[in-house]
């Protein structure tokens, strides 16, 4: 385990790519491609990826030599544990209730986008402050707490939708990834800003997929005798 902990790519003097951080965004891959194939396996696999990437973005506050600490990126790992735990469980019911299929796809009601999509805001303006008292522990310009904020906010509401089945749920990660890659390629945090890149890419096809699945196993075509 120490091996693994300290392991690491010296890309130039002043630049170090810890293979955690390739091995949590791989995990982190594969949670999202379970999560397509609509396989409990997501969560498990997930929660792999949180460990590792939490250890990563918490950067030189733990001791690691490659960058600035990102607090709501490391934070939002925390509720992915939380959260992933919800989302087997909730998967893995609907598998025994329905012999088989852990989520059907769905589209929120109109009343329950109202309720999460203002509380998510609500709750952007809210941790912003929080993390501006807090603070970073070294100069960030004053959108690194705006954009941590929204990373974390957004990644909670998405990890929730997915285990609701409801279909926004890529959407909010299309949200999460528009902001998420500047700021990892503005601190140096490379692999993880590739693999969001491609992750985005995955997100948008993923999003038709269930869009599709939303049309097919709801409304079913009639079978003719």
Not at 104 to 123: E, N, S, V
Not at 158 to 166: C, E, F, I, L
Not at 205 to 222: D, K, S
Request: net charge positive; proline share 5%.
């Amino acid at each position: 385990m120490t091996t693994l902990y300290t392991a690491k790519w010296q890309v130039t003097p002043d630049q170090a790519i810890y293979y955690r951080e390739i091995l949590g965004n791989a995990f982190g891959l594969g949670s999202a491609l379970f999560g397509l194939r609509r396989n409990a396996w997501a969560w498990p696999v997930g929660i792999v990826g949180n460990v590792l990437l939490f250890t990563v973005f918490m950067g030189q506050a733990v001791g690691n030599d490659q960058g600035t600490p990102l607090y709501g990126q490391a934070a939002r790992q925390v509720f992915f544990l939380i959260a992933s735990v919800y989302g087997w469980w909730r998967w893995h019911s609907n598998r025994v209730r329905t012999h088989g299929t852990a989520v059907t796809p769905q589209w929120a009601t109109p009343r329950q986008r109202l309720l999460y999509g203002g509380g998510a805001l609500i709750a952007v303006f809210a941790c912003f402050f929080v993390f501006r008292a807090v603070g970073a522990g070294f100069p960030v310009p004053w959108w690194y707490y705006l954009a941590d904020s929204w990373i974390f906010v957004g990644s909670m509401l998405a990890t929730y939708a997915m285990a609701r089945g409801w279909v926004e749920f890529w959407l909010c990660w299309i949200a999460v990834d528009l902001v998420g890659v500047p700021e990892l390629l503005h601190f140096k945090y490379y692999p993880s800003a590739v693999l969001y890149a491609v992750y985005a890419a995955f997100v948008i096809w993923g999003f038709f997929v269930w869009l599709r699945l939303t049309r097919t196993e709801q409304h079913p075509t009639p079978v003719l005798a």
